[in-house]
């Protein structure tokens, strides 16, 4: 029975787990072809065809862990659902437009004529800067616990601008990896720019957070914890140097194209566990925990059968792509 | 406007949308599978051309497929997040019951999305024929099951069952119960049906589009005939269960009911009214023109069957305008869907079945009716989903308690937004279609290019991607 009533109660934490990770392999994921989205307007059109085929096989299953993400807020936790999503109305509104968009035009751009393809083109490179925008807004929103007052609108303009940044960071880090030759030369230099702008973000909002939310401030300015959380932001902070590093080695171009975009994953992967400790076991900071959020136990369990099923099969197939398309992107047509 | 309507309105213009594309995914996943089975029979009994013509209408119809899932994706991430967005109080109140059948829908499309799809359009000739077929089905089976889920939730919403409400908040008391409850199985046969149907009058549109412009010989006789037996064959089944899932809403919803049909008071022997001007304000019709005993006689089978009036559910029915018109939007386009696949069919037998000779009037009535499904789909629907108001759970949750508190102006620029979107979305989606059907063979050259450049070692691409492609 205590045994029973003690697994009721790690139910909505399974469920926080699977969201959170779902989240996070969204930003991840998401992030770098809504970056190469982001980059596409600096490309020629032979380019631009190279860049769309080499996150062709991958995008859309990219997006489909948001609607996993999602999906779990509103079976599991309703009534965070619709304060969250409340609160966010417009520039949820924004990006779900924003994706919409990139999605149509990646379809459109090669089954239309071809004088419609420029304009599918740049529908896509707005669709994913929309997108990017509205998610970063979303984010500071969310971790300021959707507070009022001056500092709060602009605490989330920097992250609207630092995310896409980061995005397209990850973008030119994903080309850098699956191309070569001249375009590997361009993306470089993409990165080389992004960079900057995108450390220069994360410095501001680690600094902002603890000040616009008093909840995170007390969890991370106390002793001891403070020295064990310093691991991340030290972790951080060297690998972003590392990816900066590497951008002027000779060797980025050949054997190791590959550690700028697993750095920066570790990056992200940093950054969601920063969050994490930031929030848990809130759902929205300050007001509604897990628990008090969550569906009742028989609800949650219909759904975790389900759940059981499908992600197994979803990271098996993730797998599974990522290895069939792994290596350069050459002539594959994405149509 | 107040911030309900607007609500409604978004919710509607989203749902709207989303709609058009699963009712064409539905049956066509089905129709691949025939068209692909058809394929590997004929070209087994030897008579090469023939096969090809499948083969080519597998491959074409492939295409339409993959365009419509993407674009039922898109829309359908919109749709989870409007949940939330316009309706907060909606998942607070009964996500015990909702949540799990939501959860199961998008797992299924997961599900589907994790491998068959991206096989079923990438995989042909990389892999067997027999796990290729397997695929399109599985592909089919999917879409079907997604539907099924979708749909208890909506049946639900109308005539709920097996649930228990403690201290405001339901609880599922029987899955079953919850899910086959009174107004399923009406629901769902009549919704694939029409996702049948709609499919039919495409295939015949397209095929006749191509006809006349004198392209995709091979294919489009075949499809043309497939569209035309399959549409001749259904929609007197459909008649039968629109007949059927009429009787279940009377027993159930009678407040629908008396919308559609105009009825304001309770009456025996009430009249069928082929037309009216039903004027909420007022409480009456103008400008009835009616048949005597019409309406019992359809709905109790009887000439003096008793019809309860609107006037019995004051307060607590739905506009009688727009299902009163909606309703009959979608009777007189079964009714013309009906006339067009009988007398198609049997011109069509008589030019044994060769295209070309038919008249070419009809060819372009068939064209223009190639969207007919989705506007009868669409009416229907508003009937349905108008005909619960003002509730959203009937008879036990009402839909203004649970409408999100978002400012008013807001709604209406995002609605402005979203309207904008789908109506240019609707005009590609329509303009590519007929591209793709001018010029199926750039169509299948594009695919066969791409097959060929795949890379080493891609013996699969187990990913929607296609759904996109």
Known sequence: MNAMASFDAALPVIFMVLMGVSMLVYVVSDGYDLGVGMLMHRATDAEKDVMVASIGPFWDANETWLVLGVGILLVAFPKAHGLVLGELYLPVTLMLIGLTLRGVAFDFRVKARDSHKRTWDRLFFAGSTLASVAQGWMLGRYISGFGTGWNYPVFAAAIAVALPMAYVLMGAAWLIMKTEGELQERALQWARIAWAPMVGGMVLISMATPWVSPEVRERWFALPEIIALAAIPLMTGVALLAVRGLLNTRMVRGPVCWLPFVLLIMVFVLGFLGLAYSIFPYVVIGQLTIWQAASSAPALKVILVGACISVPAIVGYTVFSYRVFRGKTGELRYA | ?469
């Open chain 2, 1 to 469: 406007m107040d911030a309900l309507i607007l609500a409604r309105m978004q919710f509607a213009a989203n749902i709207t949308f989303h709609i058009l594309f699963p009712t064409i995914s539905i049956a066509l996943g089905w129709l691949l599978l025939f068209f692909r089975w058809r394929w590997l029979h004929i070209r087994g009994g030897g008579d090469g051309a023939s096969a090809q013509g499948w083969l080519d209408a597998y491959r074409f119809w492939t295409k339409v497929f993959a365009l419509t899932f993407a674009l039922g994706v898109v829309s359908g991430i919109t749709m989870s997040f409007q949940f939330g967005t316009n309706w907060p109080g909606f998942m607070e109140r009964v996500g015990n019951v909702a949540g799990p059948l939501l959860g199961y829908e998008v797992l299924t499309a997961f599900f589907l999305e994790a491998g068959f799809l991206g096989v079923m359009l990438f995989g042909h000739g990389k892999v067997g024929e027999r796990v290729h077929l397997m695929s399109t089905f599985m592909v089919a089976f999917g879409t079907t099951l997604s539907a099924f889920w979708i749909l208890a939730l909506n049946s639900w919403m109308q005539t709920p069952a097996g649930h228990e409400i403690v201290d405001g908040e339901f609880h599922v008391a029987s899955w079953l119960a919850v899910i086959f409850n009174p107004s399923f199985p009406y629901r769902f046969a009549h919704m694939l049906l029409a996702s049948a149907l709609t499919c039919a009058f495409l295939l015949i549109g397209l095929s006749s589009w191509q006809v006349l412009r004198g392209v995709g010989q091979r294919s489009a006789a075949r499809v043309m005939r497939v569209g035309l037996t399959l549409a001749a064959v259904l929609i007197p089944v459909q008649i039968v269960v629109g007949d059927m899932h009429g009787l279940n809403t009377l027993e159930h919803q009678p407040a629908k009911i008396a919308a559609m049909e105009g009825v304001w008071d309770t009456e025996r022997g009430a009249p069928l009214l082929l037309f009216a001007i039903p004027d909420a304000a007022a409480r009456r019709n103008h400008f009835e023109i009616a048949i005597p005993n019409g309406a019992s006689l359809i709905l109790t089978h009887k000439a003096d069957g008793e019809i309860r009036g609107l006037n019995d559910f004051q307060g607590a029915h739905p506009p009688p305008l727009p299902m009163f018109f909606a309703f009959r939007l979608m009777v007189g386009m079964g009714m013309l869907m009906l006339a067009a696949s009988w007398l198609g069919w049997w011109l069509y037998r008589r030019t044994k079945w060769q295209p070309a000779l038919l008249p070419r009037a009809l060819l372009w009535l068939f064209a223009g009716m190639t969207f007919s499904g989705w506007v009868a789909t669409v009416a229907g629907w508003y009937v349905t989903e108008i005909g619960r108001q003002p509730y959203i759970v009937y008879g036990l949750v009402r839909t203004a308690d649970v409408v999100s508190k978002v400012p008013s102006a807001m709604i209406g620029l995002t609605l402005a937004l979203y309207v904008a979107l789908y109506l240019a979305l609707i005009v590609a989606y329509v303009a590519v279609l007929k591209y793709m059907a001018e010029k199926p063979d750039e169509v299948l050259a594009t695919e066969a290019a791409e097959q060929a450049a795949t890379p080493p070692g891609a013996i699969t691409s187990p990913i929607v991607e296609g759904g996109r492609a």
